[in-house]
């Protein structure tokens, strides 16, 4: 879900469509986190790096999942340096690169947040289509 919630969003944060139609008023995933798309990387590497074992999959899985934590702060640092930290401060003021420490802090809402429940419905769809075909195309069913 954060991922297509991530692909699908304006976001001046991160890469991806960029801030062009970007609303600070309904913010969407971005309530959540300013870094969706890397999120989903991190999560989805580190349910991959324990179940695997071989020294491989630690390496490939654990990279990732490294690089896309540690991706999230240098996407913050980058952009509060292009923008200016005064400007990266009024315009995160509602968001946060930890998982709902925005919404959990009241500094965010998550209702009527642009699109975000048929966001994640397609999020749902496409994990449902994922795990269905994990099977056929890598050869380990995962349930």
Known sequence: MLLVAGLTTPNPFSLGPGGRGFDPQRLGVLAI??????????????????????????????ALCGFSLMGTRLFDRRRAQAMGVAAWTVLAAGTSNLPFAAPSSRRARLGGSGGLVLRAVLGIVVYALLLALHGPLIGVYPL
């Open 33 to 62: 986190t300013r870094h969706p798309v890397l999120w989903a990387a991190a999560l989805w590497s580190g349910a991959h790096l324990f179940p695997n074992g071989s020294l491989r999959a630690v390496l490939l899985f654990g």
